[in-house]
Nanobody, 125 residues
Framework: QVQLVESGGGLVQAGGSLRLSCVVS????????MGWFRQAPGKEREFVAS????????DYTASVKGRFTISRDNSKNTVSLQMNSLKPEDTAVYYC??????????????????WGQGTQVTVSS
């Protein structure tokens, strides 16, 4: 079993920054890929960012490239999402996810088999 607990969400003005963190317990954290997804009201959950098990490879959805940065600290079983230049359209519940059978970056939701409870990010205009 893998447990994921997100933190760091909140309310911020457009142009501001937030840092989301996800602490993972259970299976060997350093052996699998991690990702962040988000779900806005009335919309389907979408891929935001992914990081490989080594941390050397990352992938982002086009709308956040250059603004968001995913990182991991395998010594602390933590994956983070630094979000800068936030826009109202970034408002969503953000989910941390683990792909325990996959080591490379992955944008397919189906590759992720463990999920956190989500943290709300609200960006006001």
């Amino acid at each position: 079993q893998v447990q994921l607990v997100e933190s760091g969400g909140g309310l911020v003005q457009a142009g501001g920054s937030l840092r989301l963190s996800c602490v993972v317990s259970g299976r060997t954290f350093s052996s699998y890929a991690m990702g962040w997804f988000r779900q806005a009201p009335g919309k389907e959950r979408e891929f935001v960012a992914s990081i490989s098990w080594t941390g050397r490879s990352t992938d982002y959805t086009a709308s956040v490239k250059g603004r968001f940065t995913i990182s991991r600290d395998n010594s602390k079983n933590t994956v983070s999402l630094q979000m800068n230049s936030l826009k109202p359209e970034d408002t969503a519940v953000y989910y941390c996810a683990a792909a325990t059978a996959w080591g490379s970056v992955a944008d397919e939701e189906s590759k992720y088999n463990y999920w956190g409870q989500g943290t709300q990010v609200t960006v006001s205009s």
